[in-house]
C-alpha cells in the first residue's frame, strides 16, 4: 500500500512538473529567452523519463530524474537571483538570451495590467523607423512573476525529489525480497534436475 500511494503520488508530480514546464517554456518562447527555453526542454525530458520510470517499475531512471530535481532546483535559484539582481547579476542584461537579442521576459509588457504603449521617435535623426516602447499601470512587476513561477518549480522539485528517494527505496527492497525468496535463483531447477541424475547415475553402476 505504501508503494502505492508514493508511486501515484509521484506520478502526480511529474505530472504536475510537466504540465508548469510546458507553461513556463511557452511564455519562454514568446519573450525568446533561449538559456530557460534549452533548459525547459531538458526538464520535459527528464520528467518523462522519471514518469517512465516510475510508471514501469525501472529505479534507475528515477534516480536520473532525483539527480536532475537537485540540478533543477539550483537553476531556478539562480532565476531568482537574477530578476532580483543578487550578486551582481542584472536583470536588465542579455544573459538569459545568449547576448542574441535584446529581449526581456514576455511578462515584462504583458504583465497582469500592464499597458503598452509605442510613441514615434521620427524627430530623432537614423531612428525615424523606429519607435519607443513604454509599459506602465503595471499591477506587478514582471520579475516577481519569474520569481514565483521558479518558486514554485522548486517547491514541487523537492517534494519530487523525497517522492522519488522514497520510491526508489521501496522499488529496491522488493527485488530485494524477491531475490531472497528466490525469485532470480537459476539453481532450485538445477537442484530439481540434479537429483533423478544421481539416482540414474547409481543405478547403472549397481553391482548384478
Avoid at 536520473?64 to 531556478?76: L, S
Avoid at 516602447?133 to 523537492?158: K, T, W
Wanted: proline residues 3%; charged residues 15%.
Amino acid at each position: 500500500m505504501g508503494c502505492c500511494t508514493g508511486r501515484c503520488t509521484l506520478i502526480f508530480l511529474c505530472a504536475l512538473q510537466l504540465l508548469a514546464a510546458l507553461e513556463r517554456q511557452v511564455f519562454d518562447f514568446l519573450g525568446y529567452q533561449w538559456a530557460p527555453i534549452l533548459a525547459n526542454f531538458l526538464h520535459i525530458i527528464i520528467v518523462i523519463l522519471g514518469l517512465f520510470g516510475t510508471i514501469q517499475y525501472r529505479p534507475r531512471y528515477i534516480v536520473v530524474y532525483a539527480i536532475w530535481t537537485a540540478v533543477w532546483v539550483t537553476w531556478n535559484i539562480f532565476i531568482i537571483c537574477f530578476y532580483l539582481e543578487v550578486g551582481g547579476l542584472s536583470k536588465d542584461s542579455e544573459l538569459l538570451t545568449f547576448n542574441i537579442s535584446r529581449h526581456q521576459s514576455w511578462w515584462s509588457e504583458n504583465g497582469p495590467g500592464c499597458v503598452r504603449k509605442e510613441a514615434s521617435m521620427s524627430g530623432i535623426k537614423g531612428l525615424d523607423s523606429h519607435s519607443y516602447v513604454s509599459v506602465i499601470g503595471c499591477a506587478l512587476e514582471y520579475r516577481y512573476i519569474e520569481v514565483m513561477h521558479s518558486s514554485f518549480q522548486i517547491l514541487i522539485a523537492l517534494v519530487g525529489f523525497v517522492y522519488a528517494c522514497y520510491v526508489v527505496s521501496v522499488f529496491t527492497e522488493e527485488e530485494d525480497s524477491f531475490d531472497f525468496i528466490g525469485g532470480f535463483d537459476p539453481f532450485p531447477l538445477y537442484h530439481v534436475n540434479e537429483k533423478p541424475t544421481n539416482l540414474l547415475f547409481k543405478q547403472t553402476y549397481l553391482p548384478a
